[in-house]
């Protein structure tokens, strides 16, 4: 056999096989049927072929040869479709009939075309092969025009299917018409589960193994659609006679049941196939089938429907209604029965509140059988009895749900308000259950609805609160956004915005402030004046209307007197004092107050009263007020004619506003960019003596502002205030509120420091003070101290400031009896001790001035003790004969060369104050450090002891400290007191020579020359001589001073 003859046997053998097998498979798909078909008869035609073949003892032409390859090629590109079909289950079929089909159409075609090859190929004169040719033609023909496509129905299955692959969202109608619809292409009927169930595990079996996305999506999609769809409730038959109890709920009949949701319809309609589904339903299922572009049809039978007309289905609708008006009933008399009882069970309990839930949600117009019958009060019960484990979080969260669907029916509603649901519902909103409070809101929200009960729930205790809470809370947004709603709905109302204020809500109120007319405006000023507010509320009102309500202080009365109320109570807010001062409140009120035309007896004086109250706010505390420009009329509150004004007023007021207007002073005069100017213009107003009648005043807050005003003015004007108080025989008065025990602290503190302050004489101090004072002064100090003898005073620092005053008078009197007593006392140790506890810089200036003093006593007190010493004369030698020796007599001082013992009242060195002088020369207050230097000059006025006392200072570091402080001071007081030191200090040969070659030093001196007074030039110069007369200035930088 040739190499041609054996590949056309190899050929015709593979033909013949493969045709085999595609003829003796029995297809149920239409396409691979006709398939099929074809298959059958090309194999006769090529049998026949290959006999005449076979016959001629010929071979075939190359053509012939051509085309049978290329049908054996093309039925083997067949044979996997058809085994598809065959093999693979019918759902996988349906999803991929389309490609399948194309498949089969396409190998058609081919072998059509090779048949045509091979028909060309045989010899028209050839008699035997006429009649194969004619065949292979019309075969050729037909499989050339073949048509392999998908039915209509299986055609809608592989559309959908497709589309829902790609994650849309169908209801559970469209799923329900998709299971028919595959079930028709299947040819299994739409209730046999089973069947279907079975298929859906074939198709789950044929996708094991496939990893395109496309492929699990359809399995995973199939299987849930079906799941959802093959849950059925549960039905009778309506022929059937089932044995119920009376009081039993009746399943519903099958006819009930729509074929789409799977549940009792509740407005049945019929289509042109006698076909009733529920409305909603259908109607979406047609509205699907004109989107996915093909015709409408009745998803249980498959019907393409002419006319999409629904008729409602009257009589099944009547059926219907009588059945749920019969389980209604039955499940109404159920829940009367159980809920009337003390709840037993929980269970019980929860499956009635699951009925009477079900029917306030799917029948709401059988609503009112539930409110006839008195459930609502019993279901309200339930809320009230949370505490009981009864009644647990479902349960309650169950009521809710049912009160929200009763409240659509306006008696129910009025019901639940008289039973107190509102405030049962407030009450969940404190848990944490979020379900429970969703649904507490929701019902709420419906009640704020109606303005009636939007009334009654703003005022109900807490409830604006909690929703002000909730509405901010970012955490929970559905929460928030539930609360925000209602809380807008109780906005509308204008009765409820005070309530809604006093939770903390100031939108509203602010927004009819600043934006509505102008009666609206006064009522809300009004109403801010009246309110009870927390420091955040008078910050936020102050922030956003505080210019509209300065801005009202220029309109009619009314308006001035409302706004007038608001801003004096927003002024009870010190932070609020620079956002009213900052709106142009001053000017205004400073002008109401020196007005003329509202006099404090007048019928408009409550404006003037509320000016000077507010005003005494916003001045109570120093800082932002006291710059604003003055008013129209040219008057500030600090302007002369102002102060002149407020002190007419308060001599000639009732003693309620003179308190007012005595905060006002004390205000502006207590401001330390102001009390300077305010002191001058009260004195100039003859204002001393005013304030001074008011120290004895009945009542205490007059009292104290009074004290207060007299301190400022015996630091400012303290001889126009001692003169006033001399002549009103008041410095008795001033010690008597300082010793009386009923003083308050704050009025004691007070008259200390204004009699600290006065510059009393000699003969006034013993007098009127009196030396028993030290003793009472001291012991009273000494109270203050901590316990541990560290730390700071434990009380207010300005009583002991004062009493530190007092004894400063004492300590610089030379008077021998008060010097005993200052020695009795040791007020070298309080001086000394306070230096070392005050954290205060007026309490360490005036226990250094006292050291000051008490070492300027020095010689006083030495000739004293001089003159006591001298024996009477004749009596000097028997006293020596008896004693047998004279008493040894203390170690001579270095700086007074006297016997300063240790206890030395007066000399700063034996008395150990030196160190806690040098601590103050790096005090931050200049005035401490002044009045340390100048404690510290006492010790080197006495030249004759200078170099002894210079080197006592060097040894306590006094040297060093007090060099250094002078290299870092520029031109003024402090300067020149130190280099009045420094002078005295180089004087000292071993000074001089340790600081002459010290350069930066030096400069210091030369500058202190240059830019000094004349004092400090001269003791300059002085220096500088004391430097070059051992070694000149030019020298280099010493580094090697003696460590100090």
Request: charged share 25%; hydrophobic share 40%; glycine share 6%.
């Amino acid at each position: 056999m040739s190499s041609a003859g054996g590949e056309l046997a190899t050929v015709a053998e593979s033909i013949t096989k493969s045709l085999a097998e595609i003829c003796d498979s029995d297809h149920q798909w239409e396409c691979p049927r006709r398939f099929s078909a074809y298959a059958k008869r090309l194999d006769l035609l090529l049998n026949q072929f290959f006999k005449s073949t076979a016959a001629a003892a010929g071979e075939p032409s190359p053509s012939a040869r051509t085309a049978l390859r290329g049908i054996a090629a093309d039925i083997s590109k067949a044979n996997p479709a058809l085994a598809t079909y065959r093999t693979r289950s019918k759902i996988f079929v349906l999803i991929n009939c389309q490609t399948l089909c194309d498949s089969l159409l396409n190998c058609s075609t081919s072998i059509a075309r090779w048949l045509a090859l091979l028909h060309s190929s045989l010899a028209e004169s050839d008699s035997d092969s006429a009649d194969l040719r004619r065949k292979m033609a019309d075969l050729s023909s037909e499989m050339q025009l073949a048509q392999f496509k998908v039915t209509e129905n299986e055609e809608r299955v592989y559309c959908t299917l497709q589309k829902e692959v790609l994650g849309r969202h169908s209801t559970k109608a469209v799923q329900s018409a998709i299971i028919m619809d595959l079930a028709r292409a299947l040819g299994i009927e739409s209730d046999n589960h089973g069947e279907l169930a079975r298929q859906i595990d074939l198709l789950k079996k044929d996708m094991t193994g496939s990893v395109t996305p496309s492929d699990r999506r359809i399995s995973v999609c199939l299987g849930r659609i079906f799941d959802n769809w093959s849950v059925l409730p549960r039905t009778v038959s309506k022929g059937s006679d089932p044995d119920f109890e009376e009081d039993a709920d009746i399943p519903p009949f099958r006819s009930f049941i729509c074929p789409l949701t799977k549940e009792v319809m509740k407005e049945p309609v019929v289509l042109e196939s006698s076909q009733s589904y529920e409305r909603a339903a259908i109607q979406y299922w047609f509205d699907r089938c004109v989107y996915d572009g093909r015709e409408p049809t009745c998803p249980v039978t498959g019907q393409v429907l002419k006319s999409l007309k629904l008729n409602p289905n009257i009589g099944l609708a009547g059926a219907i209604d009588e059945w749920i008006n019969r389980n209604i009933d039955i499940q109404i008399r159920s829940a009367v029965q159980h809920l009337s009882e003390d709840p037993s069970s929980t269970e019980l309990i929860s499956n009635e509140m699951k009925n009477m839930h079900r029917i306030s949600e799917e029948h709401p117009s059988k609503l009112y059988k539930v409110r006839n019958a008195g459930l609502i009060p019993l279901i309200v019960r339930l809320l009230r009895d949370s505490s009981s484990e009864i009644v647990g979080p479902e349960t309650r969260t169950r009521v809710l749900m049912t009160l929200l669907n009763m409240s659509k029916d306006e008696e129910s509603k009025h019901i639940m308000i008289e039973e107190g649901v509102m405030r049962l519902a407030i009450h969940s909103l404190i848990g944490n259950l979020k379900e429970e409070g969703q649904y507490a809101l929701k019902l709420l929200l419906e009640f704020s609805a109606n303005e009636h009960y939007c009334t009654k729930l703003a005022v109900e205790k807490g409830a604006l609160l909690l929703l002000s809470s909730i509405a901010g809370d970012t955490d929970n947004p559905s929460l928030a956004n539930l609360a925000e709603e209602a809380l807008k709905n109780i906005e509308k109302l204008e009765i409820n915005i005070q309530h809604l204020a006093a939770a903390g809500r100031f939108q509203p109120l602010l927004n009819r402030l600043c934006e509505g007319s102008l009666d609206v405006k006064l009522e809300m000023a009004a109403m801010v004046g009246k309110m009870t507010l927390a420091n955040n509320g008078k910050e936020e009102i102050a922030r956003h209307g505080a210019k509209v309500l300065v801005k009202m202080l220029s309109s009619e009365e009314d308006a001035r007197l409302a706004s007038l109320q608001a801003l004096h109570n927003l002024s009870s807010l010190d932070d609020n004092a620079v956002i009213l001062v900052d709106s142009g409140v001053l000017p205004l009120l400073t002008s109401i107050l020196v007005s003329d035309d509202l006099d404090v007896k007048s019928p408009a004086s409550d404006i003037k009263e509320l000016a000077a109250w507010t005003l005494g706010n916003l001045v109570s505390k120093p800082g932002h007020w006291e710059s604003p420009a003055p008013g129209k009329e040219g008057n500030s509150v600090l302007s002369e004619h102002t102060v002149h004004k407020l002190l007419q007023l308060l001599a000639h007021s009732g003693p309620k506003n003179q308190l007012a207007f005595l905060r006002i002073l004390s205000g502006i005069a207590s401001s330390p960019r102001a009390e300077e100017v305010v002191a001058s213009h009260i004195k100039s107003g003859n204002g001393v003596a005013i304030i001074i009648s008011f120290l004895g005043h009945s009542e205490a807050e007059h009292r104290l502002y009074a004290f207060r005003l007299a301190n400022v003015l015996s630091q400012k004007v303290e001889q126009a205030l001692a003169h006033e108080l001399k002549s009103a025989n008041q410095l008795a008065f001033l010690k008597e509120k300082l010793l009386a025990e009923d003083s308050s602290s704050d009025e004691r503190a007070m008259a200390a420091s204004i009699l600290a302050n006065l510059n009393l004489s000699q003969d006034e101090v013993k007098k009127m003070l009196g030396v028993s004072l030290i003793g009472w002064i001291v012991g009273a100090i000494k109270e203050q101290k901590p316990s541990s003898g560290k730390g700071s005073f434990r009380r207010s620092s300005s009583l002991v400031e004062g009493l530190l005053g007092l004894l400063v008078h004492f300590s610089r009197s030379s008077d021998p009896e008060i010097l005993s007593g200052v020695k009795e006392n040791n007020l070298m140790a309080i001086f000394r001790d306070a230096l070392c506890i005050s954290s205060q810089a007026r309490a360490k200036k005036l226990a250094a001035q006292g050291l000051q003093y008490l070492s300027e006593a020095v010689p006083s007190w030495v000739a004293a003790q001089h003159t006591e010493l001298q024996p009477p004369k004749g009596l000097s030698f028997p006293l020596i004969f008896v004693c047998c020796k004279e008493p040894p007599l203390p170690a001579a001082c270095p700086v007074h060369n006297a016997g300063c013992d240790e206890d030395n009242t007066f000399c700063l060195l034996k008395g150990h104050a030196v160190k806690p002088l040098v601590e103050l020369l790096s005090d931050e207050s200049s005035r401490v450090q002044r009045t340390a230097v100048e404690a510290l000059s006492t010790l080197v006025s006495n030249p004759h002891n200078l170099k002894q006392t210079v080197q006592e200072l060097d040894q306590l570091g006094a040297v060093q400290e007090l060099m250094s402080l002078f290299t870092t001071l520029r031109p003024g007081t402090l300067q020149e007191k130190v280099i009045w030191m420094v002078e005295k200090i180089l004087r000292v040969e071993s000074e001089a020579l340790a600081y002459s070659t010290d350069q930066g030093f030096v400069k210091c001196l030369v500058d202190a020359f240059k830019y000094g007074n004349a004092n400090t030039k001269r003791l300059a110069q002085d220096s500088l001589t004391n430097l070059k007369q051992l070694s000149g200035v030019a020298g280099k930088n010493s580094c090697q001073h003696r460590g100090r």
